[in-house]
C-alpha cells in the first residue's frame, strides 16, 4: 500500500517553530521529487515548496523564503519541511506530495504529482 504521512503539526505562537515530516511508505522516496502544499479556509492550495530526488534543488515560495527549509534523509525515506519565524498567515492544512514526471520538482505544479498525504495542521496564534 503506497502511503505518504506527514506529522509534525500543531499550535504555535507567532514566531515559532515547527518541523513538519513526510514519511513514505510503500515505495522508494528517492525516486520521487516532492512538493509540499498548504491550504487554509477559504482559500485555493498553494505551493509552499518543494525539493528534488537527491536533494541538490529546492525552490520556496517568496512567502515563505528565508523562513521555512525543505530537506529530505533518502535513507530514512522521509522529507522535512522546516518552518521558522511563523506568522498567523501560514495557518493551513499542509500536504506533502510526491511526483516522478519532473527533472527537478514542479513546485505549484500540484494536479502532477501522483500521491498524496493527509494533511497536518498547522495554527499559528497567540
Known amino acids: 500500500h503506497l502511503q505518504l504521512v506527514e506529522s509534525g503539526g500543531g499550535l504555535v505562537q507567532p514566531g515559532g517553530s515547527l518541523r513538519l515530516s513526510c514519511a513514505a511508505s510503500g515505495f522508494t522516496l528517492a525516486n520521487y521529487a516532492i512538493g509540499w502544499f498548504r491550504q487554509a479556509p477559504g482559500k485555493e492550495r498553494e505551493g509552499v515548496s518543494c525539493?528534488?530526488?537527491?536533494?541538490?534543488?529546492?525552490h520556496s515560495a517568496d512567502s515563505v523564503k528565508g523562513r521555512f527549509t525543505t530537506s529530505r534523509d533518502n535513507a530514512k525515506n522521509t522529507v522535512y519541511l522546516q518552518m521558522n519565524s511563523l506568522k498567523p498567515e501560514d495557518t493551513a492544512v499542509y500536504y506533502c506530495?510526491?511526483?516522478?514526471?519532473?527533472?527537478?520538482?514542479?513546485?505549484?505544479?500540484?494536479?502532477?504529482?501522483?500521491?498524496w498525504g493527509q494533511g497536518t495542521q498547522v495554527t499559528v496564534s497567540s
Open positions: 506530495a510526491a511526483g516522478d514526471r519532473f527533472s527537478l520538482c514542479g513546485f505549484s505544479q500540484w494536479a502532477s504529482y501522483d500521491y
Open positions: 525539493i528534488s530526488r537527491s536533494g541538490g534543488f529546492t
